[in-house]
């Protein structure tokens, strides 16, 4: 992986992350801790519901347009219009069940499966165009994407719009934009076909997405199911966009890891002092990022959010902890899926969820949000506590390859 691409993808990252931080600046400020935990919360459950309109097909098409495997080879050139049937089928049934089951949060609802779908469309063509080793060009259409999407929110508030409904079904609207407008040589149409074939590969991909974005957006839900006042959720919602700020600037260097463990998993010797590297650097970096989270939280809140947003310093506070073991994570996640042990770090994920839904279940009665921000850190313990300890129990074995025929596009 060339300094060129994180350079590019570091960059496009920075951007699509400030742009959508300064949106969310704007939208709690002009929405209000009451709607902008509305918010919040349609875009934690639209996070869910992008898994499955997703169905694994983005990192399925990233890993099959680099390098086809057995059956999916003579499926390749269309598996891109393939996803996006999938992805428009799957919106269709579940706009459906909302508008049906979801009475009084009909409209919302339905808004954030529109703006989700937006977003699983734009990231089949990010995977397409990595697989397709097209670097530079992935950035420039994360970047158009993003802009394009922004520029439409921004409209409508301009506009005088103030529902989260409003701004959400703008964002969808910009996304089928960029789509249909904007170039980037990949599939614009959906093509409506059953192929068991990419489903069984697919649905390996989904179940590890589905339980990292349950242990990471449940709290969301939980917190509006049990009866926590909006505004309180606002200021949990405010305070936990400054950690998914650094998760996703953090992510282009877990893309730069993942490679050279990949391309070293037959050195043990140096693929061990690699990761041992890796793993202190990003032990650094979550110190650092907490302590300066912690030390300027209250200023940077103000500065953000503005004096209604008060509460948020002390949550910040101590969902900056949960870093100590998110940033870690990364690489030990990286490091799992580079030596062939995605199914161990399945299970391992499946039961974060599981620890991190039963927690919040019993502690944010008692404690309301900061029971919920306690949670998110003991979820990332365990995940690291699992993952170091499965891959330490490894440490002697490296699984072999896949031995599928593969065919090189």
Not at 46 to 61: M, N, P, R
Not at 195 to 207: D, G, M, S
Request: proline letters at 3%; glycine letters at 10%; aromatic letters at 10%.
């Amino acid at each position: 992986m060339s300094l060129r691409f994180l350079s590019a993808q570091w960059a496009a990252t920075a951007y699509v992350g400030l742009v959508g931080l300064g949106l969310n600046f704007l939208l709690a400020r002009l929405l209000g801790p009451g709607r902008f935990g509305d918010y919040g919360v349609a875009l934690a459950g639209g996070a869910i519901a992008c898994i499955f309109l997703d169905g694994g097909f983005k990192t399925l098409l990233m890993r099959e347009r680099t390098l086809a495997t057995g059956a999916l080879a003579g499926l390749v050139p269309t598996l891109h219009a393939v996803a996006i049937g999938h992805a428009m089928g799957t919106a269709v049934v579940m706009g459906t069940l909302v508008f049906v089951f979801m009475p009084g949060h009909r409209d919302l609802a339905v808004a954030a499966v529109a703006y989700f779908l937006g977003i699983a469309l734009i990231q089949f063509v990010s995977g397409a165009l990595r697989g397709d080793g097209r670097f530079d060009a992935d950035a420039g259409w994360q970047v158009g994407a993003r802009t394009v999407s922004a520029v439409a929110i921004l409209g409508v508030l301009l506009a005088g719009a103030k529902t989260p409904t409003e701004i959400l079904l703008a964002g969808a609207a910009g996304s089928l934009v960029s789509i249909m407008f904007l170039p980037h040589g990949q599939a614009r149409f959906p093509r409506l076909e059953w192929h068991p074939e990419a489903y069984r590969a697919a649905v390996f991909l989904l179940w590890i997405d589905l339980a990292t974005v349950v242990y990471f957006r449940s709290d969301m839900l939980l917190l509006k199911v049990i009866g926590v006042p909006a505004w309180e959720i606002g200021q949990y919602a405010a305070a936990y966009r400054f950690i998914e700020a650094i998760i996703l600037l953090a992510t282009p260097i877990s893309l730069l890891i993942f490679r050279k463990l990949r391309l070293e998993w037959q050195d043990l010797q140096r693929l061990r002092r690699r990761t041992w590297r890796a793993l202190l650097l990003a032990a650094a970096a979550g110190v650092l990022a907490a302590t300066l989270l912690s030390v300027f939280g209250e200023w940077v809140i103000a500065l953000a959010y503005g004096k209604a947003y008060g509460e948020a310093t002390s949550l910040l506070g101590v969902l900056a902890c949960a870093l100590l073991f998110i940033l870690p994570n990364f690489i030990l996640t990286q490091a799992a899926i580079a030596l062939n042990h995605e199914r161990a770090y399945a299970v391992i994920a499946t039961m974060a969820a599981a620890l991190n839904i039963v927690l919040n279940s019993w502690l944010i009665p008692r404690y309301g949000v900061k029971g919920a921000a306690w949670v998110t850190v003991a979820t990332e313990g365990w995940l690291f506590v699992g993952l170091s300890g499965f891959l330490l129990a490894q440490r002697r074995a490296v699984d072999k390859p896949h031995t599928d025929k593969v065919v090189v596009l």
